[in-house]
């Protein structure tokens, strides 16, 4: 892929995963869980929009070769969050999906921790 299309892969998923994120479904499914689990939630959102806005406001030809070296790792991860969205009561695997993806997207573009 090139590096437009593998930054647009990775925005259109963390992008549902930002909608996903802010859905009924996944307030319902916080509902149940413990204090620790929903903190956790809230920051993995935030840290989502922040990697959505930083690869947006990314200059392309800046992050190119990061891109690329970063391919893989981004395909697995987008597919991994994917799946987890499809089911989003299983809090636990969406929020480790999200991380794991976020890992990769700091390798390129700088995120809050």
Do not use: C, Y
Request: no cysteine; net charge positive.
């Amino acid at each position: 892929m090139t590096p437009a299309e593998i930054r647009n892969a990775t925005l259109s998923q963390l992008r549902a995963a930002r909608t996903d994120m802010l859905s009924a479904e996944w307030t319902l499914a916080l509902e149940g869980k413990d204090a620790k689990t929903q903190k956790e939630a809230a920051q993995r959102f935030m840290r989502v929009h922040h990697a959505v806005q930083q690869l947006e406001n990314a200059e392309l030809a800046k992050i190119r070769d990061a891109l690329l070296e970063n391919e893989k790792e981004l395909a697995k991860g987008t597919a991994r969050l994917g799946k987890a969205l499809k089911n989003l009561n299983q809090v636990k695997s969406v929020l480790n999906a999200a991380s794991s993806l976020l890992g990769v997207v700091a390798k390129i573009v700088p995120l809050l921790l």
